[in-house]
């Protein structure tokens, strides 16, 4: 999957395509009945498929650290989408200067002048431009006049309920790991490289790998059990930690997971990890000694969550 970052990279052979734009958080089960008609209508035409998305997203730039917390990470997303099968990937700088954009420049300088788009599948609920004054009739209109078509995207339920990326959140939040795979269609997880910490699980007779979530906070905060699989294809059982890490004095979010029988340095590979099920919030121990003992507490109540089967339906 091509890769643009910006209007300003677009070229005469990025001109001729169906697209479709939004956060794409996630690439859950709904988001991958919208790529399913951009790639039907792609093949159709005999066009490439082109998903457009923004960093940071619309709500992170307006909300700041009061956005809800990311699904994905911006690498995340684009693996995903490269699995989809889509062809190319346009991330557009959501900045004051595209905020500021009237909902006609917006149609002109990117469906028409950078993309000539010939077929549009968006949300009849999507708006754009400043002060969110294009919507989904506006697009239609514009697509009549200009010669390229708009529809819906098709809607995606499950249990009645629209599948969205905030739904998801919440079963996260509630620790639903099997709603989360069904909204989904996969187990939850966090892929990162994997960075040198403080050595500290180490000393504590407890290796962990540790990756860093960057600015954008995880959805989860806790003890796990996990199953991670590293660069090499291996798959194993852990437990993991997404927190601060209080006792220790941390002020940034990390991952850190320990391995089943597994210790060797992974260092800047990555490293992803499915979550199965919650073990415990974080917390501040007194000290490290504490904090010791209640590790080896979680990694017997991990070993046990696995002795019984549990989440043997994924690995």
């Not at 889509?86 to 905020?99: G, K, P, T, V, W």
């Not at 002020?251 to 997971?257: D, M």
Request: aromatic fraction near 8%.
């Amino acid at each position: 999957m091509e890769l643009i970052r910006g209007l300003h990279n677009l070229r005469g052979e990025h001109r001729g395509c169906v697209a479709t734009i939004g956060n794409f958080d996630g690439v859950h089960m709904g988001h991958r009945r919208v790529l399913q008609q951009v790639k039907d209508k792609a093949a159709q035409l005999d066009v490439p498929s082109v998903v457009i998305v923004f960093e940071p997203q619309p709500r992170e730039f307006f909300a700041g650290a009061d956005a809800p917390p990311r699904l994905t990470r911006f690498t995340e997303k684009f693996r995903l989408l490269e699995a989809e099968g889509i062809d190319r990937l346009l991330c557009l700088s959501f900045n004051e200067r595209l905020r500021s954009l009237s909902a006609d420049a917006f149609v002109q300088s990117l469906l028409l002048q950078g993309l000539d788009v010939q077929h549009f599948v968006v949300g009849d609920d999507f708006r754009f431009g400043c002060d969110r004054s294009g919507d989904y009739a506006m697009l239609k209109a514009a697509g009549e006049k200009y010669g390229f078509t708009v529809v819906n995207t098709a809607t995606c339920l499950q249990d009645h309920a629209r599948i969205s990326s905030s739904r998801i959140r919440e079963a996260l939040a509630a620790n639903d790991f099997d709603m989360a795979v069904q909204l989904l269609g996969r187990p939850y997880r966090v892929t990162g490289r994997v960075m040198q910490g403080q050595q500290l699980g180490r000393q504590l007779g407890v290796p962990t790998a540790n990756v860093r979530m960057h600015r954008y906070p995880c959805p989860l905060r806790g003890v796990y059990a996990v199953c991670a699989q590293t660069e090499s294809g291996d798959w194993l059982q852990g437990v993991a930690n997404i927190g601060i890490r209080p006792t220790v004095g941390g002020s940034q979010p990390v991952l850190e997971a320990h391995l089943f029988g597994f210790n060797q340095q992974i260092y800047r590979q990555l490293l992803s990890v499915e979550f199965k099920h919650f073990i415990r919030p974080e917390q501040k121990f007194s000290g490290l000694e504490a904090l010791k003992q209640q590790i080896f507490e979680d990694i017997e109540q991990a070993r046990r969550f696995f002795a019984v089967g549990c989440g043997a339906e994924t690995r």
